[in-house]
């Protein structure tokens, strides 16, 4: 049964700083990884896609990496602002009688003050 | 609006009674899932579809219903709600499975 973990469960950072959030996953054999952020009380925004072929992704500030053999994926913030400060699900997707089911770690709570 | 959209927002409800949460997006997806969120337990996978008529039971089905007679609607229906139902609901849908997910904003649903 495939497990997600994310380190740390929070973070708290001055404005500024480059962060790495840390996602392991126990089955390698994925299908893809997906990056998403949730602020309080709303839904979640997918923020990156990462297909089991690829490494990594970026988008503006934000890069994710994938190691599919060791079980690993980082998500990389670069210059940390205070609207970043939200939590952070990693998300692994398996193909399972034809669809991609995602299985979802805890999250990453992340704070930025000024 | 295009979109995934969830409906109601927020919801209360008596022990033993019957509720449904609607779910309607806008692309003709064909892939649309239903997940619970609670603390100590994240984001867990209820009910989910590949089309029309076709639905599979996820992580933690009891007591819970779907139905998907059109593609862009998913609905969830609680046929006895009970106190442990209280939680986030979310909907998603998918394009393929080559594709990410998209989710609504939620139901928060408490049951007294």
């Known amino acids: 049964k495939q497990e997600v973990t994310q380190i740390p469960a929070a973070l708290s950072v001055p404005e500024g700083e480059n962060l790495v959030l840390n996602c392991s996953f126990t089955d390698s054999a994925i299908y893809n990884l997906q990056w998403f952020r949730q602020d309080p009380g709303k839904g979640l925004t997918s923020l990156l896609l990462i297909q089991s072929s690829q490494r990594e992704q970026t988008s503006g500030r934000l890069n994710a990496s994938l190691d599919k053999s060791s079980g690993r994926s980082t998500l990389y913030i670069a210059a940390s602002q205070p609207g970043d400060s939200a939590t952070y699900l990693c998300?692994?997707?398996?193909?399972?009688?034809?669809?991609?089911?995602?299985?979802f770690g805890a999250g990453t709570r992340l704070a930025v003050h000024p | 609006d295009a979109g995934i959209t969830q409906s109601p927002r927020y919801k209360i409800t008596e022990t033993g009674r019957q509720v449904t949460l609607m779910c309607h997006q806008t692309?003709?997806?064909?892939?649309m899932f239903w997940y619970r969120q609670d603390l100590g337990h994240g984001l867990r996978l209820i009910y989910y579809?590949?089309?029309?008529?076709?639905?599979d039971k996820g992580e933690v089905p009891d007591g819970y219903v779907v139905s998907r007679s059109k593609t862009e609607n998913f609905p969830l229906t609680l046929e006895s709600a009970t106190r442990s139902q209280t939680s986030v609901y979310f909907c998603?849908?998918?394009?393929?499975?080559?594709?990410?997910?998209?989710f609504g904003s939620g139901t928060r649903l408490t049951v007294v």
């Open positions: 998300a692994v997707g398996g193909i399972s009688g034809g669809y991609n089911k995602l299985i």
């Open positions: 579809s590949a089309a029309a008529d076709i639905t």
């Open positions: 692309w003709s997806h064909s892939y």
């Open positions: 998603a849908s998918s394009e393929s499975p080559a594709y990410g997910y998209t």
